[in-house]
């Protein structure tokens, strides 16, 4: 089964249910910190306290936490340790708080879980990273280091990244295409078509045969990037806002293409179960869960792989 479908199949469905479930039978199962630095045995609570830390060192990792982040962070305590208030949360947070617990205890807790576990808790700590709908740069370098100190596959969080960050499926985002062909973010299809073709046509290579080499070799490259920046707005569904390329979960057991979406459509989120009602179509492509964060729009064929 592929990387997605096993995210996919183990937290669908139930709100991030299965997320403690499964952090709990892991933990149950003699999930020892510590035992090779103290050689002794942590209790189960320390235990539990060490897998919500990772939420918290998550949430921190640009010095700051967002509104978001904690709501996320509440929901990870109450998965790990079940139903406790707000104010033990707190308590929860400034105790990891005043332990020694960075990066490398962080990296230590992943690389101890089975390999059945830690695609649900890579989902817990991106859904926290990307709870403010983006991942800054402090984030991101922190989260190359959970990855190299682990000894994870980065393949592995690649692709989970996806259920959050549309960056993933093109190597050049919308932005940067539309900047290539001298246009603003507004730019509809006939504008970018235009403005391809007359862009196109001043650096053909047949209106430039009088001139130095040196200049056809700049023309050239700029035809190339002008070649790549209009098949990528064309052919890429994320940056065309074509939504024929997408699905959505419309129950917890069917989807819907994304080209007959419409406003106010009630999806069910494809990794935490949770109903969202969708935006206009113009907007659909940035919606997120309201509980996870993830895309609320995924690629058809990531959604047939899974």
Not at 144 to 152: A, K, P
Not at 161 to 182: P, Q, V, Y
Not at 301 to 306: E, I, P
Request: with cysteine.
């Amino acid at each position: 089964m592929a990387w997605e479908g096993k995210v996919i199949g183990a937290v669908a469905g139930c709100a991030f249910g299965p997320v403690g479930a499964a952090l709990g039978a892991w933990i149950g199962h003699g999930y020892d910190l510590d035992c090779q630095a103290h050689k002794e045995q942590e209790d189960e609570y320390y235990s539990r306290l060490n897998v919500f830390a990772c939420g918290v060192c998550a949430a921190y990792a640009n010095g700051e936490v967002h509104p978001n982040e904690r709501k996320r962070l509440n929901i990870l305590a109450r998965e790990v340790f079940g139903a406790i208030s707000d104010s033990q949360i707190d308590n929860l947070i400034q105790e990891v708080l005043r332990r020694p617990f960075g990066i490398d205890d962080c990296a230590r807790v992943f690389a101890s879980m089975t390999r059945e576990v830690q695609p649900i808790m890579a989902i817990e700590i991106l859904s926290i990273l990307y709870a403010d709908h983006e991942r800054d740069g402090w984030e991101s370098r922190w989260l190359d280091q959970l990855i190299q100190l682990s000894g994870s596959d980065p393949y592995d969080w690649n692709e989970a990244a996806r259920f959050f960050d549309r960056g993933t499926e093109s190597g050049n985002t919308r932005a940067e295409c539309l900047n290539a062909l001298g246009l603003s973010s507004e730019a509809d299809a006939d504008a970018i078509k235009t403005a391809y073709r007359y862009q196109a046509r001043e650096y053909h290579p047949d209106k430039l045969a009088n001139v130095p080499e040196a200049v056809k070799k700049l023309a050239e490259d700029k035809l190339r990037t002008l070649n790549l920046a209009y098949e990528s707005l064309t052919k890429n569904p994320a940056l065309t806002h074509d939504l024929a390329g997408y699905a959505v979960q419309v129950s917890p057991t069917s989807t819907q293409g994304g080209e007959s979406l419409r406003k106010g459509v009630v999806t069910f989120c494809f990794l935490c179960g949770q109903k969202n009602r969708l935006p206009t179509p113009e907007l659909m492509l940035k919606a997120r869960c309201g509980v996870c964060y993830a895309l609320l729009l995924l690629p058809k064929q990531m959604v047939a792989r899974g």
